[in-house]
């Protein structure tokens, strides 16, 4: 028989499973309460909707493909060099972007045993090979991290706080891992949920970022900007990973609307701190109110929870996902991320929350009408 032709797909990209996001609908056309994907209950500020409608009036032009007006605004409220911003339609974009710069057939990445997907994906998308390091009480663990590295280890990617477990790593185990790596591997800190985290003893990222020629910081508008819909984050990098990134990413990568939302977002901190102490507030009244009703949960430094369900007795999580669909509300299931009894909440609004709450009592309880 003929070998087959036509173009053949590059090593590592058929061993790539698709990422599957949060469920975002239900059939049926009444409304849902998803609390799948870790967005905001609030929305974006209205300032950044104000922008983003302004820039309709532009959708012919090309946007700045630098752009510089975001990156400057994003170096002055956090005190950075705007020429070490590179910006991407969603940190997605960034993460892969640094996957490419860095990452070839032959070479390792290392990231943890729960860690977020999009690694992975990233990571297998370049030939590279994918090395997962083992957690403790799923936290990310700096001792197994450093004992995985090897001579082809190129890149590690932490998600500090992580998604989906909400666990955090204090700031001194983050710079224990960076002296315990290679200096010719790079750190890839995502703090995605940076804004909502409240503790001592966290750093985003930045002082590393600085006093190292070898540690990015990736951050996104998709979450306490409310922002998700429109693709839009950033890595805060060493001037050499910059000058990378920006040789290899598309010239207008991220849109004009993007661009002119973001730096209205970035101007209305109080919508931000709104979202935090709402965050602050409902993570700790759902974390006891789910604990009376005997779902553990691990604690969370983000805006979502990581609720474990018991095994079998008509009470596992995927039976809890059924009585929550059919009350209409959506959480989101964690079992390819090696958390087959868990279930993943978003901290919604103080009506959406209490929903989630009478609704779970209820199966908890067992008097629901899904039980089988
Ligand atoms: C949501 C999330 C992001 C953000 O992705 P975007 O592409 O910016 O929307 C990045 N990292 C983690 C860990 C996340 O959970």
Same mark, same amino acid.
């Not at 104000?50 to 630098?66: N, V």
């Not at 280890?153 to 790596?181: C, H, Q, S, W």
């Given at each position: 028989? &003929?070998?087959?032709?036509?173009?053949?797909?590059?090593?590592?990209?058929?061993?790539?499973?698709?990422?599957?996001?949060?469920?975002?609908?239900?059939?049926?056309?009444?409304?849902? /309460?998803? #609390? $799948?994907?870790?967005?905001?209950?609030?929305?974006?500020?209205?300032?950044?909707?104000?922008?983003?409608?302004?820039?309709? $009036?532009?959708?012919?032009?090309?946007?700045?493909?630098?752009? %510089?007006?975001?990156?400057?605004?994003?170096?002055?409220?956090?005190?950075?060099?705007?020429?070490?911003?590179?910006?991407?339609?969603?940190?997605? +974009?960034?993460?892969?972007?640094?996957?490419?710069?860095?990452?070839?057939?032959?070479? +390792? &990445?290392?990231?943890?045993?729960?860690?977020? #997907?999009?690694?992975? /994906?990233?990571?297998?998308?370049?030939? =590279?090979?994918?090395?997962?390091?083992?957690?403790?009480?799923?936290?990310?663990?700096?001792?197994?991290? #450093?004992?995985?590295?090897?001579?082809?280890?190129?890149?590690?990617?932490?998600?500090?706080?992580?998604?989906?477990?909400?666990?955090?790593?204090?700031?001194?185990? !983050?710079?224990?891992?960076?002296?315990?790596?290679?200096?010719?591997?790079?750190?890839?800190?995502? &703090?995605?949920?940076?804004?909502? !985290? %409240?503790? *001592?003893?966290?750093?985003?990222?930045?002082?590393?970022?600085?006093?190292?020629?070898?540690?990015?910081?990736?951050?996104?508008?998709?979450? /306490?900007?409310?922002?998700?819909?429109?693709?839009?984050?950033?890595?805060?990098?060493?001037?050499?990973?910059?000058?990378?990134?920006?040789?290899? %990413?598309?010239?207008?990568? !991220? $849109?004009?609307?993007?661009?002119?939302?973001?730096? =209205? =977002?970035?101007?209305?901190? &109080?919508?931000? +701190?709104?979202?935090?102490?709402? *965050?602050?507030?409902?993570?700790?009244?759902?974390?006891?109110?789910?604990?009376?009703?005997?779902?553990?949960?691990?604690?969370?430094?983000? *805006?979502?929870?990581?609720?474990?369900?018991?095994?079998? *007795?008509?009470?596992? =999580?995927?039976?809890?996902?059924?009585? #929550?669909?059919?009350?209409? /509300?959506?959480?989101?299931?964690?079992?390819?991320?090696?958390?087959?009894?868990?279930?993943?909440?978003?901290?919604?609004?103080?009506? +959406?929350?209490?929903? !989630?709450?009478?609704?779970?009592?209820?199966?908890?309880?067992?008097?629901?009408?899904?039980?089988?």
């Amino acid at each position: 028989m &003929a070998a087959k032709r036509g173009p053949r797909v590059r090593p590592g990209v058929l061993d790539i499973a698709p990422y599957v996001p949060g469920t975002s609908a239900l059939p049926g056309a009444h409304p849902v /309460i998803k #609390l $799948s994907s870790n967005e905001t209950p609030f929305g974006p500020s209205p300032r950044a909707l104000e922008a983003y409608h302004a820039a309709a $009036s532009s959708l012919s032009r090309y946007p700045d493909g630098s752009a %510089r007006s975001l990156r400057e605004a994003i170096a002055k409220l956090y005190g950075l060099d705007a020429g070490r911003i590179v910006c991407g339609a969603g940190s997605d +974009e960034v993460l892969n972007l640094l996957a490419g710069a860095y990452l070839g057939p032959g070479d +390792e &990445a290392i990231y943890s045993e729960h860690g977020f #997907l999009v690694y992975r /994906i990233a990571i297998l998308a370049r030939g =590279a090979t994918p090395v997962v390091a083992p957690e403790t009480d799923l936290t990310a663990n700096v001792d197994a991290i #450093l004992a995985r590295v090897s001579p082809a280890t190129r890149l590690v990617f932490i998600a500090n706080p992580n998604n989906p477990t909400g666990t955090y790593l204090a700031f001194d185990e !983050v710079k224990r891992l960076r002296a315990g790596l290679p200096d010719d591997v790079l750190l890839v800190l995502d &703090a995605a949920y940076a804004e909502y !985290v %409240r503790k *001592n003893d966290y750093e985003t990222g930045i002082e590393l970022v600085a006093t190292t020629d070898n540690t990015v910081m990736t951050r996104t508008f998709s979450k /306490i900007y409310g922002l998700a819909y429109l693709r839009l984050g950033w890595a805060y990098c060493p001037t050499e990973i910059a000058d990378a990134l920006n040789r290899i %990413r598309g010239p207008f990568n !991220v $849109s004009g609307p993007a661009i002119a939302a973001g730096v =209205a =977002a970035l101007a209305d901190q &109080a919508w931000v +701190e709104r979202a935090v102490e709402h *965050n602050e507030v409902w993570r700790s009244r759902m974390t006891e109110a789910l604990a009376a009703i005997g779902i553990g949960v691990t604690p969370s430094a983000a *805006n979502f929870l990581l609720l474990h369900f018991p095994k079998g *007795n008509g009470r596992s =999580a995927p039976e809890a996902d059924r009585f #929550l669909h059919e009350r209409r /509300i959506i959480l989101r299931r964690v079992g390819e991320y090696g958390l087959p009894d868990a279930l993943r909440m978003t901290i919604g609004s103080e009506e +959406e929350n209490r929903a !989630v709450i009478g609704a779970l009592t209820s199966f908890m309880r067992g008097n629901g009408a899904a039980r089988s």
